[in-house]
Nanobody, 126 residues
Framework: QVQLVESGGGSVQSGGSLRLSCAASGYDYRTYCMGWFRQAPGKEREGVAAITSGGSTSYADSVKGRFTISQDNAKNTLYLHLSSLKPEETAMYYC????????????????????WGKGTEVTVSS
């Protein structure tokens, strides 16, 4: 069984930064594709960033240049660094693993991933 636990969310001002963490455990937790999604109230869950086991990364156009996805294998942790945050990016952020190829934005979808965390809330104020 794979278990994912997100942390690091909180409230920041517009233009601020946060680092989200996703602690992983269980066999096969480090599959070919891991990713981050977000879901704002009243909106669909959307892909934000993805990373392969080989370290290749992909981002949604809206966050390119501002967000960075990374892994620390020694700590079994996935990260998402968010910078220059905008109020419209207020959402629950989820990490996921077990994604299928090609592990790229914008094509990756919720249904492509097998395991999910419960999310961490990010609030960006004006």
């Amino acid at each position: 069984q794979v278990q994912l636990v997100e942390s690091g969310g909180g409230s920041v001002q517009s233009g601020g930064s946060l680092r989200l963490s996703c602690a992983a455990s269980g066999y096969d937790y480090r599959t070919y594709c891991m990713g981050w999604f977000r879901q704002a109230p009243g909106k669909e869950r959307e892909g934000v960033a993805a990373i392969t086991s080989g370290g290749s990364t992909s981002y949604a156009d809206s966050v390119k240049g501002r967000f960075t996805i990374s892994q620390d294998n020694a700590k079994n942790t996935l990260y998402l660094h968010l910078s220059s945050l905008k109020p419209e990016e207020t959402a629950m952020y989820y990490c996921a693993t077990g994604g299928r190829i090609p592990c790229e934005l914008p094509s990756m979808e919720v249904g492509d991933f097998r395991y999910w965390g419960k999310g961490t809330e990010v609030t960006v104020s004006s």
